[in-house]
């Protein structure tokens, strides 16, 4: 059960490193068309304004 965890907080993790991208980029006036993690097929498309 311990490596579910690690998983799950490594996962948590990457989440916030890549969001701490975006909400900087957004801070500094850069326009950001897409925020997205992994490189795998898409599974979910959330697009401003749908």
């Known amino acids: 059960m311990m490596i579910v965890y690690a998983i799950l907080i490594f996962c948590l993790l990457i989440f ?3 969001f701490g991208h975006f909400v900087t980029a957004k801070a500094v006036g850069i326009k950001v068309n897409e925020f997205s993690l ?3 097929p898409l599974l979910f498309k959330f697009k401003k304004g749908d």
Do not use: A, R
Request: proline share 0%.
């Open 38 to 40: 992994g490189m795998g």
């Open 16 to 18: 916030v490193h890549e």
